[in-house]
């Protein structure tokens, strides 16, 4: 009886080579890095942080001169990194529409590359450039006047928010992307619902600020409560009550950001 055993392709007296999946995922991973060193957005990452600390600090500042003993940079500093993981998340829709656009993600599709591959690629680069963003948040908000005050372990609490919620936005915005394939349309569609969202929260201002029929909208939409549980970790005080609506906001948005994930690996697998 004759058998059979799996043997490398020999091509031309060439060995193919086999890439392992780490391989695989190191590879793509270092293009999207070189494609966001290109498109200059690590410089973005870098810039946007620190601008939005100068454009909300600098003309906000004068308001909390009617709320006594509130310092704004310790007020303002959980939005800052908020908005800055928000501008990530932008960035990695409109890398991914691009890569659909160019005919790439239909590329990958074709080859026999696992398809949870190039999205935990895109991630990875994702992750890298968030933690840039939240680095220069954390040396722009030191400058106006914020300081950490309740050591190391809320401290990491309050980045480990930020970090959180940019990844799970960086997933589901990357997923965004992937099905519209329209770098444009996916930037107007993700910046209206951020500046929005951004604007009528308690990041900014306090919630007695705003008229009272949008007090409930402003107290209770996620970045509201994703800034309250950040100030309690800059506070020192984290409770379960302070901690339980951003729970709920943060797993519901792992799971239509993993959902779109699960449905793109899915119509992947299927071509």
Not at 40 to 66: H, K, N, Q, W
Not at 114 to 128: D, S, Y
Not at 252 to 271: E, M, Q
């Amino acid at each position: 009886m004759t058998t059979t055993t799996d043997r490398p392709l020999v091509i031309g007296g060439l060995t193919k080579p086999e890439i392992s999946t780490a391989g695989q995922v190191f590879a793509l991973t270092e293009r999207s890095l070189r494609g966001m060193m290109r498109q200059g957005e690590f410089v973005l990452g870098i810039v946007a942080p620190v601008m939005l600390t100068i454009c909300f600090y600098v003309p906000l500042r004068s308001i909390f001169d009617s709320f006594p003993g509130v310092n704004y940079a310790q007020f303002l500093m959980p939005v800052i990194l908020l908005q800055s993981v928000g501008f990530v998340a932008t960035s990695a829709a409109m890398r991914a529409a691009a890569d659909g656009s160019a005919g790439i993600t239909d590329r990958l599709r074709s080859m026999p590359v696992n398809a949870v591959i190039p999205m935990l690629a895109r991630l990875v680069a994702n992750a890298i450039l968030l933690v840039i963003s939240l680095i220069w948040a954390v040396i722009s908000g030191l400058v106006i006047g914020w300081r950490p005050e309740h050591g190391p372990g809320y401290l990491f609490g309050f980045l480990l928010v930020a970090f959180v919620v940019g990844l799970l936005l960086a997933l589901g915005a990357d997923a965004i992307g992937v099905v519209s394939s329209n770098p444009e349309a996916t930037s107007q569609a993700l910046a209206l619902p951020q500046l929005i969202l951004g604007m009528l929260s308690t990041g900014f201002v306090p919630e007695t600020s705003f008229p009272e029929w949008i007090r409930p909208f402003a107290r209770n939409q996620p970045i509201s409560q994703f800034t309250e549980l950040m100030r309690g970790f800059d506070a020192g005080k984290v409770t379960w009550d302070i901690a339980t609506a951003p729970l709920i906001w943060a797993g519901s948005i792992a799971v239509l950001a993993v959902g779109g994930g699960v449905y793109i690996i899915v119509k992947g697998a299927r071509r």
